[in-house]
């Protein structure tokens, strides 16, 4: 998820994210009762501008935000060859903190000029654009694409669903609040988190909804604003709250299996691998059991965790606001490597053969070896970086702050 739009309800509490705790509860709690999708709305798609040209075929997908439903993290790659080049880049009227999809050749992202954007990914050129209702507002939420369709939630308070083809409006549903939480798509099923109000003390709620259509399946009423992205696995739903909690909710009721509570708000969205579910909360990284939420381990940054966990090859890699970029043992939570930027980490990292890439507010992309902790490269975008980056075919598509989407590769790729 984006920071940046989130930072007003950072600031305001940043004085809880101290000692965190791990509490169980579980079962029995019925799901709120459903409510009617709002009617179907279409608009046309806005005229497309023009980006500098490059021919290059792309095959490989990530459809949604940590690249699938159980939010691990791990790219399909492969990574660039030696220092990338700029391949081209896409300016928007806006900072670009959302982490974008790539799906058939096209890469799908949103700007804080309140558009959503649909760009060639061989060349940069605009296939479409889509202009949610709150003109002038950032759109914070990253895309998830499924079965020709896109799917991405607004200030405005509405999720849409458009034609990935054409950016035609589908349908969008109306919560109570901005939705910050980047959707995922499993089985026909949208699961996002809604924000409730407009501050971090509000409630908010966890939304199932049928991708054909709209229509709501189930809906969870939380304690606080949900602005993670909720991750699916083996039929059980897991994603953290404003109000310090982690849940896991049945895919099919809506109802809770456990909740774990913390001290401090929980933007990190959790990562499960191997019947585990880690995230960032508070100060810190945690592992806790999938299937009873006894914690495992603990591991302490010493600053806020804002980013989302990747979990490849029995390590877990998280950024922190200390302005680190962390590597931990998955099963006992021990160090293995600390690697330091010069401004705070909260975006969340991705891992492709060996490689680990993130941003930080420095500006700066970074790609590390995963073994030793070592810089391969890094790249200055000229903007802080809270977006999370794509790694595809030897390309990796990042969004920064000075507004544009960048392309980065090798020339002889």
Not at 20 to 46: F, M, N, R, Y
Not at 291 to 316: H, I, K
Request: net charge negative.
């Amino acid at each position: 998820m984006s920071a940046r739009c989130l930072e007003f309800a950072v600031c305001a509490t940043v004085g809880l994210l101290s000692t965190v705790l791990i509490s169980c509860s579980g079962g029995g709690q019925d799901p709120a009762s459903g409510t009617e999708a709002p009617a179907l709305a279409v608009t046309e798609a806005p005229t497309a501008t023009a980006a500098p040209a490059r021919s290059r075929a792309i095959a490989a997908s990530v459809p949604m935000f940590r690249g699938g439903p159980a939010h691990t993290g791990e790219h399909p790659g492969p990574g660039p060859t030696g220092t990338p080049t700029v391949l081209w880049r896409f300016e928007t009227d806006g900072a670009v903190g959302t982490s974008p999809a790539v799906v058939d050749g096209v890469v799908y992202f949103g700007s804080d000029d309140s558009f959503l954007y649909a760009v060639e990914v061989e060349n940069g050129v605009q296939r479409w654009r889509f202009e949610t209702d709150e003109k002038d507002r950032p759109l914070s939420s990253s895309p998830a694409v499924a079965d020709g369709v896109v799917f991405f939630g607004s200030n405005d308070h509405f999720l849409y669903a458009v034609e990935a083809s054409s950016g035609v409006q589908r349908w969008r549903f109306e919560t109570d609040g901005p939705v910050f939480s980047p959707p995922t798509v499993v089985d026909g099923i949208v699961y996002f988190g809604g924000f409730g109000g407009n501050s971090a003390g509000d409630d908010g709620d966890l939304f199932a909804l049928e991708a054909d259509g709209g229509r709501q399946r189930w809906r969870f009423a939380t304690e606080g604003p949900v602005a993670s992205s909720p991750a699916v696995v083996d039929r059980v739903v897991y994603f953290s709250t404003f109000d310090g909690s982690v849940y896991s909710l049945d895919v099919e009721s809506g109802r809770m299996r456990w909740r774990g509570e913390t001290v401090g708000p929980l933007l990190s969205s959790p990562a499960v691998a191997d019947g585990i579910v880690y995230f960032g909360g508070g100060l810190s990284l945690f592992a806790v059991e999938a299937e009873s939420n006894l914690l495992r381990w603990r591991f302490d940054t010493g600053a806020p965790v804002m980013s989302s966990p990747a979990v490849v090859d029995g390590v877990v890699y998280i950024g922190s606001s200390d302005g680190s970029m962390y590597a931990v043992d998955a099963t006992s939570g021990n160090l293995r490597w600390r690697f330091e930027t010069d401004g705070e980490v909260g975006a969340s990292p991705v891992v492709v053969e060996g490689v680990v890439y993130f941003g930080s507010f420095d500006h700066y992309l970074y790609a590390v070896a995963t073994e030793s902790g070592e810089q391969r490269w890094r790249f200055d975008t000229h903007g802080q970086v809270v977006s999370s980056p794509v790694v595809v075919d030897g390309i990796v598509f990042i969004g920064s702050d000075d507004g544009h989407l960048y392309a980065l590769g090798s020339a002889d790729d």
